[in-house]
């Protein structure tokens, strides 16, 4: 049996974090190993305890969630760690910055929790995972603040399929949508966002939908 997935919850709210955690601990795979209510302490406590997964609140005392996220999982960081930021707000803004602060997911309180622990799980395995109500105007609505990369699509190394691929990951779709959109298996699917992924060397899911944006290959 493999170990568990090592957790720390981050949020300020000790009514919220409490929950967060006694749902987490209750299931066999999943481990809390620390609590916090601020992201300068989330930030020392990873650092410290190296978790597979921060769960990250965005409005909090000290240090917000976004900061520390950055301070966690932003470019340049050499050891980052897994965030799964879970928040109360519904703001576009908070959504696309904690992605680009390295957030490897985003879901909502209010999720149920059987899509937070699939959220941790997802995230821990190194996927990324986005709130189903946010996923499909997560960075359409806010493309004209990312910067356009220079070059043409013809300088972008994948093959006519994986470009398929990675424009229906950058509309919001899950693989088995993709799978059913072109007529393959959801395994195939996993393959090309495999072979994308190392080919334009990106972390994950998050990250091809912005690449898609840059290089204007959506809309």
Do not use: W
Not at 85 to 102: I, K, P, S, W
Not at 124 to 136: C, F, H
Request: aromatic share 4%; net charge negative; hydrophobic share 45%.
């Amino acid at each position: 049996m493999s170990a568990p997935v090592r957790v720390v919850i981050c949020d300020d709210q000790a009514l919220i974090r409490t929950g967060l955690s006694t749902i987490v601990d209750a299931q066999p795979d999943l481990e809390v190993v620390g609590e916090c209510g601020d992201g300068r302490t989330g930030v020392d406590l990873a650092r410290e305890l190296h978790p597979d997964v921060v769960v990250m609140d965005i409005r909090m005392p000290v240090l917000d969630g976004l900061e520390a996220t950055r301070l966690l999982a932003g470019a340049g960081v050499e050891h980052p760690v897994k965030v799964l930021v879970v928040t109360t707000f519904n703001l576009d803004e908070y959504v696309y910055e904690a992605l680009r602060a390295g957030a490897s997911g985003f879901l909502l309180k209010d999720a149920p929790p059987d899509r937070l622990l699939h959220g941790i799980r997802t995230v821990a395995m190194g996927a990324a995972l986005l709130d189903p109500d946010v996923t499909r105007r997560l960075v359409g609505r806010y493309a004209a603040r990312i910067r356009p990369a220079e070059g043409t699509v013809r300088d972008i190394p994948l093959t006519p399929r994986e470009m398929e691929v990675l424009r229906l990951i950058a509309d919001g779709l899950s693989n088995s949508e993709i799978a059913a959109a072109l007529v393959i298996s959801p395994e195939t699917v996993k393959t090309f966002v495999s072979r994308i992924l190392t080919k334009l060397d990106l972390r994950d899911r998050v990250q091809a939908v912005v690449f898609a944006y840059r290089h204007g290959l959506v809309t």
